[in-house]
């Protein structure tokens, strides 16, 4: 009984080391790829202009094709619709893809750009991206339902699909809310000079705060604590908010902060035993 106490506390040992390195692993990748980004921005970014954004935008084209003919592959080899509906899914609203690649590239290139001045847009960029992403969601869970047949998948999905507009507007009318409690960005760039001498200024993006959910003074997820944490209001105020907005969107907030509780991460510098 011992040895067996023993080996189960052993395994458990094991178990988070392995658990510390895959972290550790996911640290170091996600540094070097974050260096590598501001190094090709820093390279070629000045040199393209406003055709960088288009130009990734074509990249993601290209890599939207490959996965496309990757699934019609995956789609003739075995037994299942699900790979060959998919890819349907994604010829279908290809056009749809590339415009929204565009979108989202343009806005992070004018953000970084006009900080200041781009601020007072993010909310709509930001409940544009957040229903893009719930469509798509529910797309795909429809797709897999094809085989599950679950009329609780089936149902969920069709209501996020339905209700879109709502959840637009309540994403919305949050993120201006909060940009009316939200500090000025304090400036903080780098400039360099290219080899013919002119100079250019850009962000420095590791000093770019990140949303986080807080343990401290949490009640369920921390969603609301970290919002407040983030924009260094009261979390009573927060829940205030969310609460009225709940009841005004006949719930669908609830669905809202569901989502965002799982997308958001934990902060890892709190307590969350």
């Given at each position: 009984m011992?040895?067996?106490?023993?080996?189960?506390?052993?395994?458990?040992?094991?178990?988070k080391d392995f658990e510390e390195e895959i972290e550790s692993i996911g640290k170091r990748v996600e540094r070097k790829?974050?260096?590598?980004?501001?190094?090709?921005?820093?390279?070629?970014?000045?040199?393209?202009?406003?055709?960088?954004?288009?130009?990734?935008?074509?990249?993601?084209?290209?890599?939207?094709?490959?996965?496309?003919?990757?699934?019609?592959?995956?789609?003739?080899?075995?037994?299942?619709?699900i790979p060959t509906e998919l890819g349907i899914f994604l010829v279908d609203n290809l056009a749809l893809f590339f415009g929204l690649m565009l979108f989202f590239n343009y806005s992070t290139y004018f953000s970084r750009k006009y900080p200041r001045s781009f601020r007072y847009i993010s909310p709509f960029i930001t409940a544009v991206g957040?229903?893009?992403?719930l469509w798509i969601l529910a797309n795909i869970f429809l797709i897999l339902n094809i085989e599950v047949n679950l009329s609780m998948i089936e149902s969920a999905a069709?209501?996020?699909?339905?209700n879109l507009r709502t959840i637009f507007i309540v994403a919305l009318l949050i993120g201006f809310l909060f940009l009316l409690v939200q500090?000025?960005?304090r400036k903080d760039k780098y400039s360099y000079k290219n080899s013919r001498g002119y100079?250019?200024?850009?962000?420095?993006?590791?000093?770019?705060?990140?949303?986080?959910?807080?343990?401290?003074?949490?009640l369920l997820g921390g969603l609301c604590a970290g919002i407040a944490e983030y924009f260094d209001v009261d979390p009573v105020l927060v829940r205030i908010i969310w609460v009225?907005?709940?009841?005004?969107?006949?719930?669908?907030?609830?669905?809202i902060y569901i989502i965002l509780w799982i997308v958001v991460p934990r902060n890892p510098e709190h307590d969350w035993d």
């Open positions: 011992t040895e067996r106490i023993g080996y189960g506390k052993d395994f458990d040992a094991r178990l790829v974050e260096n590598a980004e501001k190094r090709f921005r820093k390279r070629y970014e000045p040199k393209f202009g406003l055709l960088n954004p288009l130009l990734w935008g074509l990249v993601g084209l290209f890599l939207l094709s490959l996965v496309i003919l990757g699934l019609d592959v995956i789609g003739g080899r075995i037994d299942s619709v957040m229903i893009v992403m069709n209501f996020v699909i339905d500090k000025e960005p100079e250019f200024n850009m962000n420095r993006g590791e000093n770019m705060k990140r949303l986080y959910r807080s343990s401290k003074d949490k009225i907005l709940a009841f005004a969107s006949l719930g669908t907030a609830i669905l």
